[in-house]
């Protein structure tokens, strides 16, 4: 079965596009942004609390899900969706990026990346055809093909190799996706992989029964395929070398994939040096195909990577500083553990109306927080989703008025200030 | 204003009651159990999950809340409910188990209880009248009185002389409560303390506008009142001892309480001595009152004493086991963690309806848990307490149809059992 997954725009403003991304768990408008859910959860939250914020769609990890509890495991228990509690889209990234950051001893080859896992201490093999067999079990709607990681600094030589072995294992994870793809059986065949899978549930509908597929590249070699409509990105590499960009761009359009992703940004490198890229890389894209920004960022980066034509997004900030006492409002960041809040009768956000918001004060949730409770981090968590999430439904609404560059003069003006509170 | 405290009786089997508990806050049907919010939170959940869960009424921890965020300061912020964005009826105890348990360098005198603070050493002297005062301004709806926890094991001198002084304290306890009752003004002339305490939020409605008032035995000091409504329970001490117990009773019922509770018990002594005291004491307690045993316990210790005339329990167990890995289910306890659940489909419990049972696997909980995902707590917090009020449910239906004993038994049998993964 061919994937599912189309992308329309529906309006433009300058470079920046409101459009919709049909994957086989739904559409997506976009621009969008994903909360992200490491380890198959996203931090201190629920499903159900991902859906009151709004959220279309969620990034999974796949390193972590690989190596504990093991994609074959998903697989048996019919796939993310199913494990999560969570039925709508999922973007899973290829792994490689965790590998290089958290792997120790990793030594990278032609093959792959070689590394000894942070959990156990065992040696995996991470290879571009692995990678696509992983995601293929996982079953989110759209996976990513494994590309190189550089570290930084790097000379232009070492971006340029690193450019062009990430488009031959872009190659390679594209022939081994085709290849799975190409030896599924027909829909009447396919058989589950496990009868126990359509037990109790919201996921028991048999939609997404697994499937076993003899990967035609190797044929000893048996693919757990647990979401049929599956997508494939590319990744655009290159580092901030114009000319790499483009080249990347030429060798993993020549591919062929169902959209394309930035990669190595959002890695340290100054916030006009990451838009200028942006710039510079987001034309050179089909428009008629959804592009994603991996890793990015604040609320002003993202406007100002939307301005420049970008549609998806992922970061781990809102979850992350929400857990850290961080919180994002309308009129800029708050630490809510600060003394001028002990007293403070106020929503974290007169302007948000998400539960946290509703029910609770400012000297409530500092109280909660500074007494290191639990539910202090579910709070925030719920409220910073919901402002990011908040604020691309303001995004997109700007698009369709042609009203993005106040918005974004707007967020400019309350996110370029020092914190409210320091 | 007087207490609006009150209680009816509708059914009984045996020894076991129905009834139905008023409060300032609403109705509360007995036998019911307390979710435990220590520090002004049920640990990893949400006032909309304790809804969902089926809780009636909450208790809090006087001790937690004075040392930190403060009683004033939830007093000015409008009491307890509006703080924890909750508007069903709150218990709070009077402090004093903690005083003794966490405080350091503890010196009981017949004055009260002087301790240096576990958060910062600094020292408190936590007296009856000043557990009474720091719960007006807190403003559950049922307050507890300071008694004494004597150590164990103890004399039978050593508890006398300990259940005497607890009915000394009881008496300063209610005589300051009367008082601040007696000095409170008309609800006409109720003046609010905070003005800005009015502003958003669910609990603004001004029911509970706090008040200044003069308490008549100290013309001193200014009680702050957040419940005009809030009622009083002594407590029934007496060790072990049956005829301290009925000496406890006498004292306290001379005094005169809104209730009372059975304390002092769930020490550590076994399950058994437990089940006798509370079926010697709760005969003595009047019919037309509520009775409330403090601490306990297991589903199992909870059915057995509502066979004795019981109708208000607490425990942290379903919060605290669920935090640790263990979880109640209709078929016994089951510890998340272990290997077997590692493929298992299953529900938790499949005779459960919560959102964790309807959403999510074993063996999806299970990698939370192993992974040390915020959200395992979450989700086992949830299913844990839905399991002890939906006990609570089954209890109050078999007294209705008489049929508590099979239930006991029913319990019994699950219960006494070995875990079922041991």
Redesign the interface.
């Known amino acids: 079965m061919a994937p599912v997954f189309s992308f329309r725009v529906l309006q433009t403003d300058g470079e920046a596009r409101h459009g919709e991304m049909t994957t086989a768990h739904g559409v997506v408008p976009t621009p969008a942004f994903m909360p992200v859910g490491t380890?198959?959860?996203?931090?201190?939250?629920?499903?159900?609390d991902l859906l009151d914020a709004g959220a279309d769609i969620i990034l999974a990890n796949t390193y972590?899900l690989w190596l504990?509890?093991g994609d074959q495991?998903i697989a048996?228990?019919?796939g993310l969706h199913?494990?999560?509690?969570w039925d709508r889209p999922i973007l899973t990234d290829s792994g490689g990026f965790q590998a290089f950051s958290l792997g120790a001893r990793r030594v990278i080859t032609e093959d792959g990346i070689r590394f000894r896992s942070h959990l156990d201490g065992s040696e995996h093999l991470l290879t571009p055809e692995g990678a696509t067999d992983i995601q293929a079990g996982l079953g989110p709607d759209i996976a990513m093909v494994l590309d190189e990681c550089l570290a930084q600094p790097a000379t232009a030589d070492a971006v340029r190799a690193s450019t062009e072995r990430s488009a031959r294992w872009a190659r390679r994870c594209r022939d081994r996706f085709q290849a799975i793809a190409d030896a599924a059986p027909s829909e009447k065949g396919a058989r589950p992989l496990f009868a126990?899978?359509k037990?109790?549930?919201?996921f028991s509908g048999g939609r997404q029964a697994p499937l076993i597929h003899a990967a035609a590249t190797d044929p000893g070699t048996l693919v757990t395929v647990t979401n049929p409509g599956q997508a494939q990105f590319g990744i655009i590499q290159g580092g901030t070398v114009p000319d790499l960009r483009a080249m990347s761009v030429d060798r993993t359009l020549a591919i062929g994939f169902e959209a394309y992703a930035i990669g190595g940004l959002s890695v340290g490198e100054p916030p006009d040096t990451m838009y200028s890229v942006v710039e510079h890389t987001a034309p050179l894209l089909p428009a008629g195909r959804p592009r994603y920004l991996m890793g990015v960022g604040t609320p002003l980066d993202i406007v100002e990577a939307v301005s420049r034509g970008i549609d998806l997004f992922d970061c781990v900030m809102p979850t992350r500083n929400a857990?850290n006492g961080q919180v994002f409002t309308s009129e800029g960041r708050l630490t809510i553990k600060n003394a001028q809040y002990?007293?403070d009768?106020?929503?974290l956000d007169?302007a948000c109306t998400c539960?946290t918001c509703?029910?609770?004060?400012r000297?409530?949730l500092?109280?909660?927080f500074?007494?290191g409770?639990?539910?202090a981090?579910?709070?925030n968590t719920v409220h910073n989703l919901r402002f990011y999430l908040d604020t691309m439904a303001r995004v997109r609404q700007a698009i369709v008025f042609g009203t993005l560059e106040t918005l974004r003069r707007s967020l400019r003006a309350t996110f370029s200030r020092p914190l409210s509170d320091s």
Not at 82 to 85: K, L, N, P
Request: without cysteine.
């Open positions: 380890r198959g959860a996203v931090k201190g939250v629920t499903s159900r972590h504990r509890p495991l048996r228990l019919g199913r494990f999560m509690g126990e899978i037990g109790p549930g919201p857990r002990a007293d009768a106020r929503p007169p539960y509703r029910t609770y004060s000297a409530y500092r109280h909660l500074v007494a409770e639990i539910t981090s579910v709070l």
